[in-house]
């Protein structure tokens, strides 16, 4: 089946400052979805992404299918973004295979 | 709009003891319906999956079971809890399978004691 990969693991960032998180995935998606779980657990959509950019205030997201990747941007963080980040990939069918996550802590 | 609820939020259970969670999602018919787990620190696993009344499909052997009695309904049960079992449990739907997004309740923080 698909893997999903995230990078990086673990990040910390100065209020203010901009960050980039990947989601490599092994195979074509039909759906690649990022979410913020903030620390109360609550999974929050942030983009339905198969392909191509979105953005959505200070996040946006760019997907290039044909490398098989997604990238989630950041700007301006603010303490509010902490949480673990996750993207969702789909390859058709009914399970959604989720990476490991990138936990982000952002400092006041 | 489309709303997802879960209850109970969070439950502490004796090993050994019966199980049962909750999710209905309101604003949207026929669904399909999805219950994950999500083990602390970790990414989340599906662990069944309705595409309608009656039809559920299992991913992972387990000692948990799912039901949906009614369109909108979709309950995770077990007989008897095991250690392992603890976790937190996240319900979600979607409109169609694959190529459709995702959305999930607030979950339920599940520890066995």
């Known amino acids: 089946g698909i893997q999903v990969e995230q990078s990086p693991p673990d990040l910390i960032l100065q209020e203010g400052a901009n960050s980039t998180l990947r989601c490599n995935f092994s195979?074509?998606?039909?759906?690649l979805q990022w979410f913020h779980q903030n620390p109360w657990g609550q999974l929050i959509n942030l983009f339905y992404i198969p392909s191509g950019t979105k953005q959505n205030g200070r996040l946006s997201a760019t997907t290039v299918a044909t490398e098989r990747y997604s990238l989630l941007y950041i700007s301006s963080s603010q303490t509010t973004d902490s949480g673990v980040y996750f993207c969702a990939a789909n390859t058709g069918g009914f399970k959604t295979i989720f990476g490991a996550g990138t936990r982000l802590f952002v400092k006041a | 709009s489309q709303t997802i609820h879960q209850w109970p939020a969070t439950l502490v259970q004796p090993v050994g003891s019966p199980l049962s969670l909750e999710c209905t999602v309101e604003g949207t018919s026929n669904p399909n319906l999805y219950w994950y787990r999500q083990a602390a620190g970790r990414g989340l696993q599906l662990l069944f999956y309705s595409v309608g009344i009656g039809q559920i499909s299992s991913e992972v052997p387990q000692n948990l079971s799912a039901s949906r009695p009614q369109d909108r309904q979709f309950i995770l049960s077990s007989k008897k809890l095991l250690l392992s079992d603890s976790g937190f449990y996240l319900c979600?739907?979607?409109?169609?399978?694959?190529?459709?997004?995702?959305?999930f309740g607030d979950g339920t923080r599940l520890s066995i004691l």
């Open positions: 979600a739907w979607s409109v169609l399978a694959g190529n459709q997004p995702q959305h």
């Open positions: 195979d074509s998606v039909n759906n």
